[in-house]
Structure formats: structure tokens, C-alpha cells
């Protein structure tokens, strides 16, 4: 190994390896993500105030959240789902590689922090997936983002929603057939969580038909008053 190569090493050490494109990196402002892959996060500039999908400018409600009613009261994410969120989400859920979920939980906790952190919250949801799937996977990793982002707030984590039916990936279904794909899916035991105002946590917020079927339950079923939506990443609307 030659001197420019070590002194490169010692500058650079093994830690500070970027998950993303593999390079080698000294500071960065999200750690294990270089700084040049940041600029390919896609923030939603303009965003509706009800689901947080982008909107054209000077819309405060998208078109999807003017002709359905959704049974959550918001949803944030941190940026729309491409580039390096795309990226990350699918390194973590398919790759395995959950060493990714700390960055994720660092934006995550900037959303947070922005949108939600006067809202006095009570506890932490994950959005839960079959057991079948589970086994597959072996992680969930909408849990792994909502155990970081307990920590992180100090919020308690509720892992109590259970899924009780498994389907096929639901990304090649409109919004209404996820609807009814989705029905009676989930379950939690009446009254858990009385009163309460939930935050739920989950990767990708898509159409909004898991959120809102979850955040049904919570509020019908497990007594919730309020039901808050925090994702990574949110689909493209145009």
C-alpha cells in the first residue's frame, strides 16, 4: 500500500463508508450516508396539508384527498419515493441491509421534529406484516424505523397491531381494490390504547389505504383519538 493510500485510510476510516454508493467519506451530515448522495433526496416542496403527497404549487389539498376521506388525521414524509430514498427503502427491505435504518430513523426524527413534535403524542405504532412474510424477510422494517425513531423520542414503541391476513405486494393495485384487499387485514385488541393520540410509522406512503385502514382500527377499535402518520418516503403524484 503505498503513503497517499494510507493517509487516505486514516482519514477515511472503515466506519465512515458511505451504505449507499460504497465510497469513503470524512463528514457527512446524515451519518453512513456521504454528503453527495444526499443531494439525491427528493423533498416534497409543496405537499398537501391532509395525506403530505406533493402538490402543484399553491394547492394545500392534493386532488386524491379532495374526492377520498382517509380515517387518519395527517401524514408526513420526509420525501417523495426516488432517488436515494427509493434506493435506501429497497437496500433495507429486500437486501437486507438494516444497518440502513439509522439514517432512515435521523430523517425520520428531522420530519418529526418539524410536523409533529408539539402534537402530544402518546405512543409510537409500526404498521405490522404477516407472519408469513415475517419469516421471509426476517425483520419488519417499518418496526426497525419506529424503534429507532422511539429512541430517538422517547416515546413508547406499540407493536400491538397485528396483521391477520396476508395478500400479494400491493403495489400493482389501484387505490379502492387495496381498499378491499386490506379489509379486515389487521387486528388490535379493543380498547389498548383509550384516548390517545398515535403516531404511525411505516416505509412508503403510497395511495394511503394501509394507513387509513390501521389508523381505522385504532381509532374504532383500540379507542385512539388521534392518529398521525409518519413514512420515509411518499409515491409520486405527477
Do not use: W
Not at 493510500?5 to 450516508?33: H, M, Q, T, W
Not at 401524514?75 to 434506493?87: T, W
Not at 440502513?100 to 426524527?109: I, N, T
Amino acid at each position: 500500500m503505498g503513503l497517499l493510500a494510507k493517509v487516505f485510510d486514516i482519514l477515511y476510516p472503515e466506519k465512515n463508508i458511505c451504505l449507499n454508493c460504497g465510497r469513503k467519506y470524512l463528514f457527512s451530515e446524515l451519518r453512513n450516508i456521504c454528503d453527495y448522495c444526499l443531494t439525491y433526496i427528493e423533498f416534497t416542496e409543496c405537499y398537501c396539508v391532509r395525506c403530505g403527497r406533493e402538490t402543484n404549487e399553491g394547492e394545500e389539498i392534493c386532488n386524491f384527498c379532495r374526492e377520498n376521506t382517509s380515517a387518519f388525521d395527517m401524514a408526513r414524509s420526509v420525501g417523495v419515493y426516488d432517488g436515494l430514498l427509493k434506493n435506501l427503502i429497497l437496500k433495507l427491505k429486500y437486501e437486507g441491509c438494516q444497518e440502513l435504518s439509522e439514517p432512515l430513523v435521523e430523517l425520520l426524527a428531522i420530519v418529526f421534529e418539524e410536523f409533529y413534535l408539539s402534537a402530544d403524542l402518546d405512543r409510537i405504532v409500526s404498521v405490522p406484516i404477516h407472519n408469513m412474510r415475517l419469516r421471509e424477510r426476517g425483520f419488519n422494517q417499518a418496526e426497525l424505523l419506529a424503534r429507532g425513531l422511539a429512541l430517538k423520542t422517547g416515546l413508547p414503541l406499540s407493536t400491538a397491531v397485528k396483521r391477520v391476513k396476508n395478500h400479494p405486494p400491493l403495489y400493482n393495485y389501484a387505490y379502492q381494490e387495496r381498499k378491499d384487499l386490506l379489509k379486515d387485514s389487521f387486528f388490535v385488541e379493543k380498547g389498548i390504547f383509550a384516548g390517545e393520540n398515535i403516531l404511525l410509522v411505516d416505509d412508503i406512503f403510497t395511495t394511503g389505504a394501509t394507513a387509513s385502514e390501521i389508523s381505522k382500527l385504532l381509532k374504532n377499535v383500540a379507542g385512539a383519538k388521534q392518529v398521525l402518520v409518519l413514512t420515509v418516503a411518499t409515491a409520486r403524484t405527477f
